[in-house]
């Protein structure tokens, strides 16, 4: 800053200096008056080619995209168990939930986000919450993670729901994920992207197969 105040109050001092000095010279400057427009047309011309490169640049390389995220794959591997023998794991400790979460960055800086959480539903009740660790997406590419969701059985045993979904041999269950971050470019873009997914899992009894139908939000 101090740079340019000084550099202003100069410009003018030897431009007066100069033809003061000189008479010829304005003289020689008015009759290369085309060749003063030329110069000005240039110097337009390659302001116009900047604005139009910033303008490009702006809406392409600087403009922050949308990360993709998905649940590609949920496991629960003693669910079959837990249906099968009401009581066996009643009192017991928390079954795992094991669900394969990608968050595809298409940006030129990389996705960081906080600590986030993944919770399952079932029957309108919280049965399972799990951590996704703070991390990051690099730039372009998809980071592919293992979100580990403690289940509990006796939470999913107490949903009146059960029985009819057990007798229907589909258990359907809701998942909630939400990822806080941002994306940073060049330290002089940086924008909050929230992205949420939420996800109707169904389990299907007779063959244990767990199909995932998600849908995911991305606000700002
Ligand atoms: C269910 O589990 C309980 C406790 O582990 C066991 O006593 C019972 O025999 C099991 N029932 C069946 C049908 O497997
Ligand atoms: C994220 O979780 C870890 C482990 O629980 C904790 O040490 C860290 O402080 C958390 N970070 C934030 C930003 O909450
Ligand atoms: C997630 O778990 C699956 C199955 O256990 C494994 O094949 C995969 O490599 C794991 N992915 C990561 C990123 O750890
Ligand atoms: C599950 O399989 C059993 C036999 O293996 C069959 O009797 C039953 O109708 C099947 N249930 C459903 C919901 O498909
Ligand atoms: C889950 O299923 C419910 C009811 O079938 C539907 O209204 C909702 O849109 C579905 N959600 C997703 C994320 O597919």
Redesign the pocket.
């Known amino acids: 800053m101090p740079e340019k105040e000084q550099a202003r109050p100069l410009a003018p001092a030897t431009y007066i200096a100069r033809s003061d000095e000189d008479e010829a010279m304005s003289a020689h400057f008015t009759l290369r008056r085309p060749r003063y427009l030329k110069c000005c047309g240039v110097t337009a011309a390659l302001f116009l080619i900047l604005a139009v490169v910033a303008l490009v640049l702006f809406f392409t390389v600087f403009h922050v995209k949308d990360p993709i995220v998905r649940m590609t794959r949920v496991q629960i591997p003693q669910l079959a168990q837990l249906v099968?023998?009401?009581?066996?794991l009643s009192g017991g400790a928390n079954i795992i939930a094991v669900a394969e979460v990608s968050v595809k960055n298409p940006n030129v800086a990389s996705f960081r986000y906080g600590n986030s959480t993944t919770r399952i539903d079932y029957g309108g009740e919280v049965v399972g919450e799990g951590r996704i660790p703070a991390g990051k997406a690099p730039a372009r590419r998809t980071q592919r993670l293992n979100v580990t969701v403690e289940v509990s059985p006796a939470k999913i045993l107490v949903a009146p729901r059960l029985g009819d979904d057990v007798a229907a041999g589909i258990l359907k269950m809701e998942s909630y994920t939400k990822i806080d971050g941002r994306v940073k470019i060049l330290r002089i873009i940086r924008k909050r992207v929230v992205v949420t997914l939420n996800c109707n899992i169904t389990y299907t009894i007779n063959t244990s197969a767990i199909q995932e139908d998600c849908r995911s939000h991305v606000s700002f």
Do not use: K, V
Request: aromatic letters at 0%; hydrophobic letters at 40%.
């Open positions: 099968a023998n009401r009581t066996a």
